[in-house]
């Protein structure tokens, strides 16, 4: 089985991802050699004025694919984007849907505090237009590490949910680490994707946490979220979800005691 990935960080030149043609051609050449048949390109997107630039973008992602072939590299490159949360997101662009199937779209939450109107406003918003988010890491946000069932109220409201591969491994800290298998053992995760932004940090791999989710519910349901599901939301399919269960909390240490594990 091959993975797919729905988050990754490869055009140069544009945000804090890949910086330069060689990392980003060498960002692909380790994907494949770890499995990944399939990604799409998520450039940060922070304000409605950056869409605006989707031209630019699309011919940086053009020349990608273009190089990518020229190094006999045979990955399947899609594109799209990571938007930052805005009311106004206007998503009949064409990089604002992933691999432009109209329906599935990555968007980012502050990671910090943000007020319970601005998530309920948007998710109602996406509800009316038929349009599913995918919510990307959710496990990194203070909002979510603070009260996981938090999460639980995303999905509710019509969200997917993406977690990074790197927080399975413990990258972000311990704290974010055991948020996340708490999503993932209380059904809640949807995708697991590389959020890749180099070769070392943040590197375009996904095989040690399907690992890792595989020894947690197994290989059939470990598959659905590092290939079957990606591909689905490509192809702007129905995904395989799953009746969420509670979410169990693993530990008794106080919020600020948690916040400062993860600062470590
Ligand atoms: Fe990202």
């Known amino acids: 089985m091959g993975f797919a990935d ?20 060498a960002m692909l050449d380790m994907a494949e050699q770890d499995g990944i048949d399939t990604v799409v390109c998520t450039p940060h997107i922070l304000t409605p004025r950056e869409l605006l630039q989707e031209d630019v973008l699309w011919a940086r992602y053009e020349e990608l694919v273009e190089r990518a072939q020229r190094k006999n590299l045979h990955l399947t490159i899609h594109m799209g984007a990571e938007l930052f949360v805005n009311p106004d997101l206007d998503l009949s662009h064409k990089i604002a849907t992933l691999a432009q199937n109209g ?15 601005v998530a309920s406003g948007f998710l109602k918003k996406n509800q009316a237009g038929h349009r599913t988010p995918v919510l990307a890491h959710p ?12 999460a639980y109220t995303y999905v509710e409201r019509g969200a997917l949910l993406q977690i990074n591969a790197g927080s399975l491994l413990g990258v972000f800290g311990s704290t974010i680490k055991e948020v996340a298998f708490q999503l993932v053992r209380a059904r809640l995760v949807h ?13 375009l791999v996904l095989s040690r946490a399907f690992e890792v989710v595989a020894a947690e519910i197994g290989q059939e349901k470990a598959g659905h979220l590092f290939s079957e599901n990606p591909r689905r939301i490509f192809r702007g399919e129905n995904i395989i979800k799953e ?9 008794k240490r106080s919020f600020w005691q948690r916040i400062t594990t993860n600062l470590k």
């Open 103 to 117: 329906r599935y779209y990555l968007v980012e939450f502050p990671m910090g505090m943000m007020p319970e109107f």
């Open 139 to 150: 496990e990194r946000y203070i909002r979510v590490i603070q009260n996981p069932q938090e």
């Open 6 to 25: 729905t988050h990754a960080h490869l055009l140069p030149f544009w945000d804090d991802g890949a910086d330069s043609w060689e990392t980003a051609l």
């Open 243 to 251: 009746h969420p269960k509670p979410v169990v909390a693993a530990t």
């Open 191 to 203: 995708v697991v994707a590389s959020d890749a932004h180099d070769l070392k940090a943040r590197p």
